[in-house]
């Protein structure tokens, strides 16, 4: 899997070590943006969609294991990568009390950095249907920069808002979202908005679906709780 474009958030106080991550992921053709804490983290993640997070667990000043439960309950669909020199962290890094999705412990080469980056993103797209046990014609896949997602070769002819809600669900397939995480993922200015407006986004995001493929029910309702996308089988 080559970089295909997609956005890597890069946080690490080390100028050094940003520089050269930035380096060996631009060339695999990913966009990387590098910043040197949470406060540019968080400026970022406010105006752009990032598909992976690197973040290192020991910036000044910072609790990298809050900092990373905040990104999760914020940023449920977007995957951390955790960079740590604290050996002591990992069991806590790989528990679910954290939930990272990877962690890569300092001295690490690039070159490894670029290969769990791919692993990683590997298994958040694999919702796609980018998997090569996929025939062409049953692929649901997601073209970020020119916000369309095609089922086949088909265009859903999706609005923004109706691509937001897709994306996140597809990059935690089975993982059922409450309709205040997927408003939180659609209205990045934190408008209020009633739960009835979630709904209506999801029944016209279900309808396009089905005008391509009637027979597959991929976006299903969980009661009294929320949304989840399931892949079939």
Known sequence: ????????????????LRRLL????????????????VAQMDRLLAREIYSLIVLDLMLPGTDGLTLCRQIRERFP??????????????????????????????????REVVARVKAVLRRSYGATGTDESTSEGDRLTLDEDG???MAGSEDLNLTAVEFQLLKVMMYSPGRIFSRDQLMDHMYRDHRIVSERTVDSHVK?????????????????????VGYKYQPEE
């Open 1 to 16: 899997m080559t970089g295909e474009g997609e956005k890597i958030l890069i946080v690490d106080d080390d100028v050094r």
């Open 22 to 37: 930035e380096r060996f992921l631009g060339e695999q053709g990913y966009r990387v943006r590098a910043v040197e804490d």
């Open 77 to 110: 669909a977007i995957p951390v990568i955790m960079l740590t020199a604290r050996v002591e962290e990992v069991d806590r890094l790989l528990g679910l009390e954290l939930g990272a999705d990877d962690y890569i412990c300092k001295p690490f080469s690039p």
């Open 147 to 149: 916000w369309r997602a």
């Open 204 to 224: 016209k995001l279900r309808r396009k679906i089905a005008d391509v493929w009637p027979d597959r029910d991929i976006i299903r309702s969980v009661y009294g």
